[in-house]
């Protein structure tokens, strides 16, 4: 929509002509209270931002349509690079690094335990922002408008009345590309003369923060005109350096290449950058200053012809000609020295005083002595303006020449060359941007809500868009993980379900954000981490993932931790649990019923707390447990896989195999067995699986089957939790898990094919013998194969057989030759049914 010059006011997603504005900031209490109160609609802020980024990339209607309107104010090239930065500030996966560096995590408005206390703690949005936005860089106000929306805030840009539309169409674009139509809720942008003070001091009547840029004139103008208590962010002008220590001056390699990359600083943006530097400090006596200015003269004739130069205008031009002049004048005292192209490009002046000196800008820069410990008792008075300080020094001078620097007042130090630019996530003139739009509140909730780790499993989440698109299988993950375009930083192996190696592959923050959602499922399900002393009995090494997550989820509550592993000493075990005083065990069900049967007599009244996972723990070893050793609590540690991660977590009013959903990590489906449909109520069907993206990037799980299949259950649970509800009810796919490892009925059929020519059927069949699992392999009469065969040709060539046993898992491999006729088969279709599993 074209904006019209009547209507010059963007107003949560309408335009609004001036005479209007007077009626609706009477409202405007009421829509901002009306907008906090609901649940900010990040997933949509990050989905719009990302389409408008993706828009600007591939240079389509959008970017020529701000392109126009940044060329009013702008130098064309320089426009587009802008826009090119701001593509990339407004992707995906920036955002993410934002929130993650700035705020902690990716949901920083959840309430969330501070483990192991009891209190809980988030940062919420300061409520309505008005934003006082400069007119010199078009930029800054539509990313300071992302900015104040990634924390949550309901915000009012004020532009002045001679800014371009820039910012408006941006937020305008912004609330089109939101799936979920909330945006506009908390956008508005104005243009507003800075003398129209009525409308400012209502404005500012509203707010709970101010975010202001500009010189000192106009912040002060805007704190006199604030309330009371109301929050004043500023972001001024400032000042930044070099400086070259003594030990790199001495270096004439050191020296060269210090130099050259403070040539390109200079030249860089014309040094209208805050971090651009104006002075540039030399660890050296004054005398050397001009020796030292003719090498910088050198390298900087050279650098400057490489970077396109934005003329400077007759104001800016006037001051560099004074400047100029002025140093010039005092060469007869001394004291200056003036370097000067011949094409007036550029300029260097050589001071013997003391100080930081501002330049004209425009590829000028002054040339100072000063000792390293002259930089505090110089440079502290400045320390409200300064901000960059391009740092030249050795690895022994580097810290006490950090330490000084920042005890000056600068807040940032950087490499030569790389003075105006950034890294993602990075503190903005002493703080964190996001932190300064938000508030970090606490809680310190009653004893009912000890097992809770998040409130937001009390609130019910706003239903999303359904997960579109083909059903997932394992194959496709697996060719997604193999054709990822970066290397990950966790992998893991999946245990024994194939017969090739299978990987799953994590970055740090999306595993540490799923790990601290299992940590609050741990915590439902009964630990307590301010009392409880856990061993790990969980399998550890080749790269399997369940001993290292739980040992990741049991740091981030807090508990008290003993890594044992799956040893097969089981008076080892034993020992230490005793010694230890450890009173809660997590691992695998076939192991925990082994370590009972063979040191259940002594750890009875001992161990209190079983949770176990990988696989299902029977009624029978559940029995035995609670009623002959005295386990009070058994709950299943977590519902997950290696490749999607944690899924569900048990309260302490789920029974068997029930759980709740980790809605803050999936978004599950259940659909038909056989086709994709989903299921009526009560029916069982196929697990399906789409994480939330913002807690696994790559690979991009949508829709995936995890090969489990499970029903809803309906009614709300007693817990007072509203994450769903679902019963797991076996396995869709061959894959099934016996003793510990994951097992894979069409491996032992090829493994029967390749090594001895078997032709015939094959079938799994797991029985329970006690607390023994036993795995056994059907296979028919008559192919020419005995059971010997069979059996020494599957321990040869499925290893885990035999580590299950070595590992002293409760598990039993058992071969039986059986007629066609005793297979089981599907009743619907007569197919041969791949495991029937027999375990109560």
Same mark, same amino acid.
């Given at each position: ?233 500023? !972001? ?109 490009? !550029? ?190 009995? %969980? ?11 739980? !040992? ?17 000493? %089981? ?140 029903? !809803? ?29 994951? %097992? ?97």
């Amino acid at each position: 929509m074209a904006v019209r010059a009547q209507e010059q006011h963007f107003w949560f997603g309408q335009w609004l002509p001036h005479d209007a504005l007077p009626n609706a900031l009477k409202t405007l209490d009421t829509r901002v209270a009306a907008t906090l109160v609901q649940p900010f609609p990040l997933e949509d802020l990050l989905h719009a931002a990302q389409q408008i980024a993706d828009e600007l990339n591939r240079q389509g209607p959008l970017y020529h349509r701000l392109a126009k309107l940044a060329v009013e104010t702008t130098d064309p090239d320089e426009a587009d690079r802008l826009l090119q930065g701001a593509a990339t500030a407004l992707e995906r996966d920036s955002l993410l690094a934002r929130l993650r560096a700035e705020l902690g995590n990716t949901q920083p408005a959840e309430l969330e335990r501070r483990y192991p206390g009891r209190q809980y703690e988030a940062w919420l949005p300061m409520g309505c922002v008005v934003h006082v936005m400069p007119s010199n860089v078009f930029l800054v106000a539509a990313l300071g408008l992302v900015e104040s929306l990634l924390a949550g805030n309901v915000n009012i840009v004020k532009l002045s009345a001679r800014d371009s539309a820039f910012a408006a169409v941006f937020a305008e674009a912004l609330c089109q590309a939101d799936p979920g139509g909330r945006l506009c809720e908390y956008i508005a942008v104005l243009r507003l003369s800075s003398s129209e003070t009525e409308h400012l001091q209502s404005l500012f009547s509203h707010a709970d923060a101010i975010s202001a840029w500009g010189g000192e004139a106009a912040i002060e103008a805007i704190r006199r005109m604030a309330p009371q208590g109301v929050r004043v962010v500023t !972001w001024g002008h400032k000042l930044s350096f070099g400086y070259i220590a003594a030990d790199t001056l001495a270096d004439p390699a050191a020296r060269a290449q210090a130099l050259r990359a403070f040539a390109g600083d200079i030249c860089r943006l014309e040094q209208q950058a805050c971090s651009s530097p104006q002075t540039l400090f030399l660890e050296c006596e004054g005398t050397q200053l001009v020796t030292f200015a003719t090498e910088l003269a050198q390298h900087l004739a050279e650098v400057s012809s490489s970077i396109p130069r934005q003329a400077p205008g007759p104001a800016e031009q006037a001051e560099i000609t004074t400047v100029t002049s002025v140093a010039r004048a005092e060469e007869a005292l001394g004291l200056t020295h003036v370097i000067e192209d011949a094409d007036g490009h !550029w300029r260097i002046y050589t001071d013997t005083r003391p100080g930081l000196r501002p330049s004209p800008l425009f590829r000028s820069i002054w040339l100072k002595p000063i000792q390293r410990e002259q930089l505090v008792p110089v440079l502290r008075p400045m320390r409200t303006w300064l901000q960059t300080c391009g740092l030249a020094c050795g690895l022994e001078s580097l810290s006490p020449l950090t330490h000084a620097l920042f005890a000056a007042g600068v807040t940032r130090i950087a490499r030569p060359g790389e003075m105006t630019e950034s890294y993602l996530g990075a503190p903005h003139d002493g703080v964190y941007a996001l932190q300064q739009l938000t508030r970090r509140v606490s809680l310190d909730a009653p004893d009912c809500a000890r097992s809770i780790g998040s409130l937001a499993q009390l609130e019910r989440r706003p239903a999303g868009a359904p997960p579109a698109g083909p059903i997932l299988t394992k194959q496709g993950l697996q060719a997604m993980v193999a054709a990822a375009p970066q290397t990950p930083d966790l992998v893991f192996r999946s245990g024994g379900s194939s017969g090739n190696t299978v990987f799953s592959t994590f970055s740090w923050p999306d595993y540490h954000a799923q790990m601290t959602a299992a940590a609050h499922g741990l915590l439902a399900a009964g630990l307590e981490p301010e009392s409880d002393r856990v061993m790990n009995l %969980f399998f550890a090494g080749h790269m399997y993932g369940s001993f290292i997550s739980f !040992w990741s989820i049991l740091e981030k509550l807090g508990a008290k931790l003993v890594p044992m592993g799956m040893v097969n000493d %089981f008076a080892e075990i034993a020992d230490a649990i005793i010694q230890l005083n450890v009173n809660t065990l997590i691992g695998s069900p076939s192991h925990l019923t082994g370590l009972f049967e063979h040191q259940g007599e002594r750890l009875r009244g001992v161990v209190e707390k079983v949770f176990y996972g990988g696989e299902p723990l029977t009624r029978a070893r559940r029995d035995r447990l609670e009623s002959h050793f005295g386990v009070r609590l058994l709950r299943s540690v977590a519902y997950g896989s290696n490749d999607a991660g944690p899924i569900g977590y048990q309260c302490l009013h789920c029974t068997g195999s029930e759980h709740h959903l980790l809605e803050s990590v999936q978004q599950m489906e259940i659909v038909a067995l056989e086709e994709d449909r989903p299921v009526a109520p009560g029916e069982t069907g196929r697990i399906l699986l789409t994480t939330s993206p913002s807690l696994r990037a790559h690979p991009r799980i949508e829709r995936y089957d995890i090969g489990d299949t499970g029903r !809803w259950l309906d009614g709300p649970c007693p817990c007072g939790r509203q994450d769903r509800r679902f019963e797991l009810q076996g396995r869709s796919s061959d894959i099934f898990k016996a003793g510990g490892p994951f %097992f894979n009925a069409r491996r032992f059929a090829e493994i029967l094919d390749t090594q001895l020519s078997y032709a015939g059927p094959t079938q799994i069949h797991l029985h329970e013998d006690g607390p023994d699992v036993v795995l056994e392999l059907w296979f028919g009469e008559g192919y020419g194969v005995s059971e010997e065969q069979v059996d020494t040709a599957i321990r040869e060539h499925y290893p885990e057989i035999d580590i299950c046993a070595a590992m002293g898992a409760a598990f039993r491999f058992a071969v039986r030759a059986v007629a066609d006729s005793s297979f089981v088969r599907i009743a619907a279709s007569g197919k041969l049914k791949p495991v029937c599993d027999h375990r109560s």
